[in-house]
């Protein structure tokens, strides 16, 4: 059973700092991985999809890679702003489960002025 | 594209009344997801359909839940009689074939009193 962790649970820094959200999983053999935010009473923000044969994608001051042989994904945020704040999500599609996807717990962030 | 849609964004509703949450996804989009997020269990995959079959159900955590899709461009989620613990937030997703990314509608919130 597939199963996704992501570290840490809660993470407080001050604007302008750059930093790393990481996430494992324990079964490598993924069809793809996607990063999505989350505003508190808001729904799910895709930031990033980064397929199996990939090993990075970026989307402005955003930066996810993969890297399925040591089944770990990080979503690096540069120059972070308090917009930034919010619960970041990691979720993983097995490639042998139909279209399921596996989600984290989340890392929820905030971004200090 | 107007995203994915869901109906109502709220509902408070008396434990043993029927609740009826409705969605309608991105047009084009081939599978369409049903999530539950609560504090306690994360985001839980309900049901998931394809080309408006239901492909998925084991997720559907007892009979008074039922979901159904009569044509490509909505979906409800039935819960009768409600209960207290279907409390949640319900997210409704759509993705387009084999290789795309989700797309959350921003939820319903359903409390049960």
């Known amino acids: 059973k597939q199963e996704v962790t992501q570290i840490p649970a809660a993470l407080s820094v001050p604007e302008g700092e750059n930093l790393v959200l990481n996430c494992s999983f324990t079964d490598s053999a993924i069809y793809n991985l996607q990063w999505f935010r989350q505003d508190p009473g808001k729904g799910l923000t895709s930031l990033l999809l980064?397929?199996?044969?990939?090993r990075e994608q970026t989307s402005g001051r955003l930066n996810a890679s993969l890297d399925k042989s040591s089944g770990r994904s990080t979503l690096y945020i540069a120059a972070s702003q308090p917009g930034d704040s919010a619960t970041y999500l990691c979720?993983?599609?097995?490639?042998?489960?139909?279209?399921?996807?596996?989600f984290g717990e989340g890392t929820q962030l905030t971004v200090n002025p | 594209d107007a995203g994915v849609i869901q109906s109502p964004r709220h509902e408070v509703t008396e434990m043993g009344q029927e609740v009826t949450l409705r969605c309608k996804p991105i047009s084009g989009h081939d599978y369409l997801f049903w999530y539950r997020q609560t504090m306690m269990r994360g985001l839980e995959l309900l049901i998931y359909f394809n080309n408006n079959v239901p492909i998925d159900d084991s997720g559907m955590p007892e009979d008074r839940f039922s979901a159904k899709m009569p044509n490509a461009s909505f979906s409800t989620l039935k819960i009768q009689p409600s209960e207290p613990r279907d409390s949640a937030v319900y997210f409704c997703?759509?993705?387009?074939?084999?290789?795309?990314?989700?797309?959350f509608g921003s939820g319903t919130r359903l409390t049960v009193v």
């Open positions: 979720a993983v599609r097995p490639s042998t489960s139909g279209s399921r996807l596996t």
């Open positions: 997703a759509s993705k387009e074939a084999q290789r795309g990314g989700y797309t």
């Open positions: 980064i397929q199996s044969s990939q």
